[in-house]
Structure formats: C-alpha cells, structure tokens
C-alpha cells in the first residue's frame, strides 16, 4: 500500500485537507500553530485506490518542540511513497519553505507542491509566485471551501499503482466540507469537572454496582454472542496525567519512536494510534493526552480532553500510568477513575522505576492500593518506558487481561460457587422477609455482566453483593477486569 505524507510548516491547512480525505474531523485542527505534532495515520480510498495517509506535526523553527516534530515529519517523509508538501498561499513563498521543499525533492519522491488557501479566481494569480520552488506539480487549492481538490486527487490517483485498486464500486473520497466546529464538544461540562480539583468525590464507582440496563434480558437471558474477531482485537489506551511518560510508553511498546516525547508538559495533544500483531492478537494503542485539572485546561487541551473521552469509550482496556519517582496526587485517583466509569480492564503501570526508590516498593504499592480502591481487581506491574525495563512483560499481561475480560462462565459452574457461598453465609432476610436466589448466569462479556436471578432483588444488600464478587473471584480469574452484577426477578425483561 502506497503511503502518502502531508508535510509543511504550521497552519497551513494539512490536517484539515487530512480530514477532507479520511472523510470525518479525526485530525484536531485549530488556528493555533503546532497543534499536529504526531504523525497520525489513516488508510484513506483515492477514488478506488487505498493509500495510507500520514498527517505530520508542523515545522516550525519557533516552536520548543521543532527538533523533535521534524524528526518526526522527516521519518514520514522517507516512509511515504508520496509527499504533499503545503503552504499557505495568501502570503509570499518563505525561504524557509524552499529549504524544506528542496530537502524532500533530494529524497527522489512522488512530490507536488499544494499552495492552500486560494479561495477565490482572484488568488489564482498569487500561484505564479510558487513556481520558483521548481516543481512540476503545483496545485492551487482551498480545503476549506473545497476548490481545486480534484485536480490535486487525480495527480495522487495517478501515483497510486493499479495494483491498490479494491473496488470499482469503491466510495469517492471527494466529498462536501466537514464542519470544524467543536463548540458542541467544549459544552461537556461534566466531563471536564471530573478534574476539578475542588470536587474530590464526583464520580466513583464499585465494581459491584448494579447494571442499569435490562435491555439485554429481552432475549431470555440469552449470552451474547461472540464476535472471535472483535475478541482478537484489544483496544488499550494509555492514560494519566502530563509528563508521566504516557508517549515514551507507547514507543517502547510499539518498539519505535512513534510519539513525540519531551519534558514540555502537554506535548500530545490529538491521540495517537497503533496497532501492532502480537501471538495472533492485534493490540492497538492509543496514546491520549496527558490530564490536568479543570482549572489549568486551556486553548486546543479541551479538545484534546473530549478527544481521550471518546477514545475511553472505545476502549477495552486502559493503563493507568503514574510516575513512580514522585508522590501521587489526588489527580492521579481522578483520573484512574474513567477507567471505572468506562468499566474497562485495567492495568497499573508504575513508571520510571528506573529512577524511583526501589526499597519503597511495599510503601508505594500499599500507597496505590489504599488510594485506588475502585481498581482493586487491576495489577500492578513496575517497569521503566525510557530503559524498556519490563515492558515486554507489558504484552503478555495484556493478553491475560483480555482473556478474563471476555470469558465466559457457565451457568453450572456460577451456580456451583454461588450455592457453595449461600451455605457459608445465608442471605440476610429484609423486613423479616426470606430472600432467595434461584440462579445466576452470564449475559454479557468485556466486562463480565452476571445476573441474579431472585425473589426479592432489592433484598440484596451491597455488602452481599461484595461477598458474592469475592467469592467469584477466588473460584475464577478475573484479574484485571471489573466483575459486575444485575439483580433481577425471575421473567423480568
């Protein structure tokens, strides 16, 4: 599949005309210079070709972070089999573009030169300016008002080998704008006060609370059925809060510098994806922005917040990433605590241990576990991203992980330890009224979703619904995953 970078210096349009081709606003844009400062990809359908698109940071030598971005770009650059190299044509061509463009001319590319922001017949006059960059392939267009991309894709198309043609019947990638408009996403207030640091305890869950939608037992308690591919797939995001080394995580993981990392705080700003197979499993990693508290949330990080809720969503499992060397905040507990709310299989990544006091470990995991007790079930694995220690152990704990996320236990079998734990310890009586549990089953995986079939479902306290957890938790290994329960009457939908 051939690969196609989108490359050039801030605010130039590249991650919008990005957006134009996936058809949706997956890449974040905004008026703020170096908002792109990963290289996202996305497979894209050129007319009936399939391509590979890379949208690359801005290079941008006032920018703390230039090094770093062009690193990165370049790397993209000498990947793509094709580069689009844009400027902003309301303004003269910069020396600073020239340089750029005759350092990827040298590389012997596919490169056409896209002069953006000519939105009208009367800018078509400022193309004669660019062509002293001395490139063949000149392309005036507007993404924003979607003028001259037609031209542009019939050079791409024509780049593309027959060879990535899919279907003739295959969807046209030129399309009527996107909206940029994130007003609508800045109006969530409920996800932003989660990091209030004025409200301590917004938000937490158990593992035991009830499931609140009965849905699912329209179909008779049915199981729901299993998708082996979408059980192949493991969708893992990495989460915490700023400068934890959530980016240099997700490069040891992966095994290549895939994610700019930096001591400036906040560096990722749109999440970052990528999958790789692992003993036949396709783990896809998301790196997210780091968190900070609601207060300190400003510009294109609000964005960047609503963009990591969406990507909990998806998720199955998280890791929650905090930094060994230093004390932990009430932030950490805070943020920990979408994983809750997502009812996602967790991971508790210690990092940096290669700098931390390896005599306090007892103090410090005592310290996670009397601060996270709503991630009881989580392990915990220390493990340093900048020296790679332990972090090949990381996959295989993944894999273990979402084995218990999806399984399955036979109805007989839940039975068995529920029987077994009722002959322990009774069931309390409510208002001198017996309680009694007719059965229990499995209706739902990732997470495992149990019901409880009884007479009287209120009768069930929480601390026997605890009981229950534990005791299904020593029979079974559920380690990693949240275990959640739904008391219902015998025939309720």
């Not at 938000?203 to 609140?212: A, K, L, M, N, R």
């Not at 996320?405 to 309390?428: C, G, W």
Request: glycine letters at 6%; a negative charge.
């Amino acid at each position: 599949m051939k690969k196609i970078a989108i490359i050039g210096r801030p605010n130039v349009g590249k991650s919008s005309l990005f957006n134009r081709l996936v058809k949706k606003r997956d890449a974040i844009t905004s008026d703020m210079a170096g908002t792109t400062r990963d290289v996202k990809r996305r497979e894209v359908v050129i007319n009936n070709k399939r391509a590979l698109l890379l949208d690359t940071g801005g290079l941008d030598k006032g920018c703390e972070l230039y090094d770093k971005i062009k690193e990165m770009s370049i790397k993209a650059a000498h990947k793509a089999d094709i580069i689009l190299y844009m400027v902003d044509g309301k303004g003269l061509p910069e020396d600073e573009d020239k340089k750029l463009f005759y350092e990827l001319q040298t590389m012997g590319k596919d490169i056409a030169l896209v002069v953006n922001k000519i939105d009208n017949d009367k800018m078509k006059d400022k193309l004669w300016d660019f062509y002293e960059f001395g490139c063949d392939a000149i392309f005036g267009i507007s993404v924003s008002h979607n003028r001259g991309t037609v031209n542009l894709l019939e050079w791409v198309y024509n780049q593309i080998p027959d060879s990535d043609i899919i279907d003739e019947e295959a969807e046209e990638i030129i399309s009527e704008p996107e909206v940029e408009n994130y007003e609508d996403e800045l109006n969530d207030d409920e996800f932003f006060s989660q990091f209030d640091e004025d409200d301590e305890d917004n938000y937490f869950y158990t593992d035991e609370e009830e499931v609140e939608d009965n849905s699912i037992f329209a179909q008779n308690d049915n199981i729901k059925e299993f998708d082996e591919n979408d059980l192949n797939h493991i969708k893992i995001a990495i989460i915490g809060r700023t400068n934890v080394g959530k980016s240099s995580l997700l490069n040891a993981l992966l095994g290549e510098e895939r994610s700019v990392v930096s001591a400036v705080s906040g560096t990722t700003i749109d999440p970052i994806d990528e999958s790789i197979d692992y003993k036949g499993k396709q783990l896809t990693f998301v790196d997210t922005a780091g968190l900070r508290r609601r207060g300190k949330i400003e510009g294109i990080e609000r964005y960047a917040l609503m963009r990591t809720k969406e990507m909990l969503e998806n998720a199955n499992m998280a890791l929650v990433v905090l930094d060994a060397s230093e004390p932990f905040l009430d932030l950490d507990e805070k943020i920990a605590g979408l994983v809750d709310q997502n009812r996602l299989a967790c991971i508790i990544v210690l990092n940096k241990w290669d700098i931390a006091d390896k005599n306090e470990f007892e103090k410090i995991k005592n310290e996670v576990r009397d601060r996270f007790k709503f991630l009881a079930y989580a392990p915990i694995i220390t493990l340093s991203a900048n020296t790679h220690q332990r972090v090949d152990k990381l996959h295989d704990m993944i894999l273990q992980i979402n084995e218990n996320y999806s399984q399955r236990i036979t109805t007989s079998q839940l039975n068995a330890v529920i029987d077994k734990a009722q002959q322990r310890h009774q069931l309390p009586t409510m208002h001198g009224q017996v309680i009694r549990i007719y059965y229990t089953t499995q209706y739902e995986t990732r997470p495992p979703k149990i019901a409880i079939v009884m007479n009287k479902p209120k009768g069930l306290h929480f601390t026997y619904r605890r009981y229950l957890t534990n005791k299904l938790r020593e029979a079974f290994d559920f380690t990693g995953t949240p275990l959640l329960f739904k008391a219902k009457k015998r025939g309720e939908r």
